[in-house]
């Protein structure tokens, strides 16, 4: 069993940074890929980017590339969201996700998720 507990929501203007994190318990992290999914009101949960199990492969949704970076640390199990020029469009609960070794963008595939962080852009 993993638990994971997200952090690092709020409300920031448009242009802003946050950092999101997700910390996870009980089970040995280095063996987890990990993946930030996001949903807005009215909208279905979509992926946001994934970080495999060793932090040595990444990816992006199209629509974060070059402006969100996901990365991890191992020793403290804890997975990261640099979010950098937020726009209102990125309003959305962010959540985090864990599945063995690899992430992939389908979230069907993540077998333990966390309670979610809001994040608010105001234009």
Request: hydrophobic share 35%.
């Amino acid at each position: 069993q993993v638990q994971l507990v997200e952090s690092g929501g709020g409300l920031v203007q448009a242009g802003g940074s946050l950092i999101l994190s997700c910390a996870a318990s009980g089970r040995t992290f280095s063996s987890l890929g990990m993946g930030w999914f996001r949903q807005a009101p009215g909208k279905e949960r979509e992926f946001v980017a994934g970080i495999s199990f060793s932090g040595a492969s990444t990816s992006y949704a199209d629509s974060v590339k070059g402006r969100f970076t996901i990365s991890r640390d191992n020793a403290k199990s804890t997975v990261y969201l640099q979010m950098n020029s937020l726009k209102p469009e990125d309003t959305a609960v962010y959540y985090c996700a864990a599945r063995w070794r690899i992430s992939v963008p389908a979230m069907s595939a993540y077998d333990y998720w966390g309670q979610g962080t809001q994040v608010t852009v105001s234009s």
